[in-house]
Structure formats: structure tokens, C-alpha cells
């Protein structure tokens, strides 16, 4: 019988499955996010002769992040040779770190070489796992219509990674402020805070490289630094820091290497704890293995620190009208808020009765380099708070697991029309 109506056919006679929802067979993996996760997944299997039963995306487009929630002055914060996708390298004449304008590009080139092509404006409403016929269900509903579609498949890849929403934090008295507060994936340009006094909560890279635009249009940042963070200069002796730190990994400790990129960075910067800004007790290497906190890679906003262009604050007591009190309860007048507070996955809502993925934050709960892989053909890809490169190593892994299961598993099915 043929394998694809064999399927069919026990689903339709099963009275669980009982629904109105019209049901689509896949007969290859099912990758939900058309990021740089999704594309780079997507590239590996194609590379391994498996096609990609079907990409889906809420948004219209690929890398919605980069092209619709980021400043306009972002650019890659490593070197572009960490973070160009597999097969894949970025252009020669591109810069050491790429605009944000030339990384979204990279991505559509990136979709075009491979023949990626997503299926735009659908978002999940739910996906489980079938133990019963040993398949995953992926309940899809498409953008401006109200009819819902079930796909079904043998693998399902989550590729929404670590950015999917915005993550707003609850600030006691934040009703009270009555000037314009927004989350730093609305903030464009510090064009229209010209002459405004304007506190930016955070101080990732996101939270500094913020304040730095808005010192550059004139207006009066100041910045709230809650916890400890490293800071190191975003290059060393011409080198970039985090290549640097690669290469010394290669022959040296980790606490050792914390300790020279602690000593040449106290060099550069000076005592940072003088200005607010104190380290964690491990080095920036340890911290960000046993953490996931990224070091802050500095492009110019600590000198606009040391210069007093732009103020720091301890953490938020809370709002006030016009302002904010802090912990050590300095109040201070601002005319705007930008919360540079991060982002989260999103996992938790949609995919149900897994054990993968974490419901207090939508990580894997498996730690690095084993969060890849869960049970029954469930992946996952981006989620290694390691950035691109993180990313790349996930999607070879997955399509190296998944291809040892193509030949029994899938082949069967694939003289029929693949989803994309």
C-alpha cells in the first residue's frame, strides 16, 4: 500500500483524531522559525539530500528580527567570520562586522542560494506529539484567515530561538510615567530624542550601544546597571576580542584567559567599577559558560561614560510622573523610557507534553552542547546563548541526527510533492 495514504488512512479512521481542521501529511521535517536558525537548518539537510517538508514563519519575511525589530546603527558585535551561516561565507568586501542592512541581505541571499522558501504568515498554534502513530501534529493558523490546517511529519525543528518576543520586566509605578516608554526592539534612531533626557534600562550590548546613539543625536542618556557586568573592548591590539580569546582557548585555561582579557581590558578601559559598572566575581569566559550573560563588547559608549555624557544608575525603586527614584534613592527627572531589557522564547506556548524545552524560560533543559536533541524527532536550534556560531553548530548536529533516520523513515514518501 502506499505509504503516504497507509498514513492517511489510520488517521482518518482513528476517532481521536476526529476533526473538521483539513490534516496535510509532510514527509520531511517540519521547522518552525525562518531566522537564522530555520534557514541554517534548512540548508544543512538540503546539503545532505533531505528536503525540508515546510518552513513555517509568522512574519512575512525571513530574519522579521533583524529587519523589523532592531536600530538602524546595529551592527554584528563579532567578527563576521563567527557568524555567517554553514555553506555559506559572507561577502568579501563586507566588513569585518557587518550593518544590519548587509546581514539582512546575507539572509535573503542566503534563502535564494538554497532554494528556502518559508511559508509566510503562519503562526503555530499548537504542536504535540502523536504517540499513538508515533508522528507530531503542528496545528497552523495563517494570517488573516480563520480556517486552522494540521500538519503532520516524523520531525519537528524548534527554531524560534532566544529572541521570539520582547521581554518587558514589571517596574513598580510604571503606569504612573506618563512620557513615552518602549521596548528597545521599537527603538530606531536617537534622531527624534534630540535635547531630551532619556533613561535606558539595561546595559547588555543592546543598552549601551542604545545610549551611544542617543549621545551621538544630542540627547541626555543615562543608564541603568542593576547587576554586575563585564565590559572589554570590542577590539585588542587590532584584533577583535572575541577572536583573541578563541585562540587562546586553543592553548590556554579559560581562567587564565579571563585572566589576560581582564588585565588588557583594565589597561583600555580603566577601573570600571569607578564609574558603576562592577564585575562579577568570574571572568568573562566563566561567566558567560556557567550564565549564558554575554561580556558587553564596548564600541565607544564607556568613553561616553568617563566623559559624563552619559549618567549611570543602580537598579529602579520605581516610576514616578516624570521620572524614577532609584535604589539609592536618587530621583530624577526623564522625559522618556527605553527598556533594553532583552527578549525570551516563546516555546512554552505552543509546544505541548515535551519534556525538551523548559516552562519557567523556554530553553532546553539540557545544558550546552546537548540541548539539540530531544525525543521522538523533536530539535532544537538557536538556543545555546551562543550566538550565530552557536546557531551553525545546532544545524549541523540536527541534520546529521536526522539524516540517519531519512533512508527508512522518509524515503517512501518523497515521490510525492514536498511542501515547499
Not at 121 to 129: D, H, I, K
Not at 170 to 177: H, M, P, S, T, Y
Not at 270 to 275: E, F, I, R, S, V
Amino acid at each position: 500500500m502506499d505509504p503516504r495514504k497507509e498514513m492517511e488512512a489510520k488517521l482518518a479512521h482513528d476517532p481521536s483524531h476526529k476533526s473538521t481542521v483539513r490534516r496535510v501529511w509532510v514527509p520531511g521535517p517540519i521547522i518552525v522559525g525562518a531566522g537564522p536558525s530555520g534557514l541554517a537548518v534548512a540548508a544543512c539537510l538540503k546539503a545532505r539530500g533531505i528536503i525540508p517538508g515546510l518552513i513555517l514563519e509568522k512574519s512575512e519575511c525571513v530574519g522579521s528580527l533583524w529587519k523589523n525589530r532592531t536600530y538602524d546603527r546595529l551592527r554584528l558585535h563579532l567578527p563576521k567570520q563567527f557568524c555567517q551561516l554553514p555553506y555559506l561565507p559572507f561577502p568579501n568586501h563586507f566588513p569585518t562586522y557587518p550593518t544590519k542592512e548587509q546581514f539582512t541581505t546575507y539572509l535573503d541571499s542566503y534563502a535564494k542560494v538554497f532554494n528556502l522558501q518559508p511559508a509566510f504568515g503562519r503562526s503555530v498554534v499548537w504542536a504535540r506529539y502523536d504517540p499513538r502513530h508515533g508522528i507530531w501534529q503542528v496545528r497552523v493558523r495563517a494570517k488573516d484567515e480563520k480556517e486552522e490546517v494540521e500538519y503532520v511529519c516524523q520531525w519537528l525543528v524548534v527554531a524560534t530561538g532566544e529572541n521570539a518576543e520582547a521581554f518587558v520586566p514589571q517596574i513598580l509605578g510604571r503606569e504612573d510615567f506618563v512620557g513615552p516608554m518602549i521596548h528597545s526592539s521599537e527603538y530606531r534612531s536617537g534622531l527624534e530624542y534630540y535635547g531630551k533626557k532619556v533613561l535606558v534600562v539595561g546595559c547588555g550590548n543592546s543598552g549601551m550601544e542604545v545610549c551611544l546613539d542617543l549621545c551621538n543625536h544630542n540627547a541626555y542618556p543615562s543608564l541603568v546597571v542593576r547587576n554586575s557586568v563585564h565590559v572589554l573592548p570590542q577590539q585588542i591590539l587590532c584584533s577583535s576580542t572575541f577572536g583573541l580569546s578563541m585562540s587562546l582557548l586553543k592553548w590556554l585555561p579559560l581562567k587564565l584567559v579571563d585572566q589576560i582579557l581582564l588585565l588588557i581590558s583594565r589597561l583600555i578601559l580603566g577601573d570600571t567599577a569607578k564609574l558603576g559598572l562592577t564585575r562579577p566575581t568570574m571572568g568573562p569566559l566563566e561567566y558567560k559558560s556557567t550564565s549564558g550573560k554575554t561580556p558587553v563588547l564596548d564600541v565607544g559608549t564607556f568613553a561616553k561614560i568617563k566623559a559624563g555624557l552619559i549618567k549611570v544608575f543602580p537598579g529602579i525603586k520605581r516610576l514616578t510622573s516624570y521620572g524614577a527614584q532609584f535604589v539609592d534613592d536618587r530621583i530624577e527627572h526623564f522625559d522618556a523610557i527605553i527598556l533594553a531589557t532583552g527578549y525570551k522564547s516563546n516555546v512554552p506556548s505552543w509546544l505541548k507534553g515535551t519534556t525538551m524545552f523548559s516552562e519557567k524560560d523556554g530553553y532546553p533543559v539540557k545544558p550546552f552542547p546537548e540541548g539539540w536533541k530531544g525525543e521522538n524527532g523533536l530539535y532544537s536550534v538557536g538556543f545555546t546563548k551562543r550566538g550565530l556560531l552557536g546557531v551553525s553548530l545546532d544545524a549541523m548536529k540536527v541534520a546529521e541526527d536526522i539524516e540517519r533516520d531519512w533512508n527508512s523513515k522518509a524515503k517512501p514518501f518523497m515521490n510525492h510533492k514536498s511542501m515547499i
